[in-house]
């Protein structure tokens, strides 16, 4: 039993540049969550999905996009990396607003 | 609207007790709590819900005024492992079913 796995853990890329982040979990949730933690912050959400076939906007969505591919795996893409976005990625999933499980993170660097 | 936490950092000797507590302006329908250490990913500490029903690490205990849109943790007899960063993770109702998170309270705990 993983929980959430995410991949890659470490990633650069250059301004302008595009990348797909993974998360999968195996605990059978029906929400699954993006956030971005930058230095000395807190966890901003980014977008979330609250079932299979549904995502929504959450307090930071510009720059990125998401697909909830299955009831498992939520990816985060970013069309055209800016280094603004340098930040650590965590994905969470939850059952129903109960307790929300994060996985490992990604942090990414955009030079 | 995120929640302010206080104190934003505290530093307290093995043994000693630390309340750290989160406000809202927002009418509340739970309030998540969460430790993370450098590095790491949040870990799950304690939801209280609207009407009383909590649930949660056995030695941490926290409290929920709904008139108040407040929340405190309690953390009695520290011990070194309690050191990290502690969020709150508030929810305001309804069908999104997300937390907005406060910017943290970084506890540090010294033999």
């Known amino acids: 039993n993983a929980g959430v796995t995410q991949t890659p853990k470490f990633q650069v890329l250059k301004t302008g540049q595009s990348m797909t982040l993974q998360c999968a979990q195996d605990?059978?949730?029906?929400?699954m969550y993006w956030y971005r933690q930058d230095p000395g912050m807190g966890l901003r959400l980014i977008y979330y999905s609250a079932s299979e076939g549904t995502t929504d906007k959450g307090e930071v969505p510009n720059g990125y996009n998401v697909s909830r591919l299955n009831k498992r795996e939520f990816s985060l893409r970013l069309e055209s990396a800016a280094p603004s976005q340098t930040s650590v990625y965590f994905c969470?999933?939850?059952?129903?607003?109960?307790?929300?499980?994060f996985g490992p993170g990604t942090r990414l660097t955009v030079l | 609207q995120q929640p302010v936490q206080s104190p934003q950092a505290v530093i307290l000797r093995e043994g000693e007790d630390a309340v750290i507590n989160c406000s809202s302006s927002?009418?509340?329908?739970?309030v998540h709590w969460y430790r993370q250490k450098h590095g790491e990913a949040p870990v799950f500490l304690m939801i209280l819900l609207k009407g009383g029903e909590q649930k949660g690490h056995e030695k941490i205990s926290a409290s929920f005024n709904e008139k108040k849109q407040q929340s405190s943790l309690y953390l009695t007899a520290s011990q070194l492992s309690y050191s990290g960063t502690y969020f709150c993770?508030?929810?305001?109702?309804?069908?999104?079913?997300?937390?907005?998170f406060g910017s943290g309270t970084q506890l540090t705990v010294l033999p």
């Open positions: 927002k009418a509340l329908y739970s």
């Open positions: 969470a999933s939850s059952e129903f607003g109960d307790t929300q499980y």
């Open positions: 993770g508030t929810e305001a109702g309804g069908s999104a079913r997300q937390l907005t």
């Open positions: 605990m059978n949730h029906n929400s």
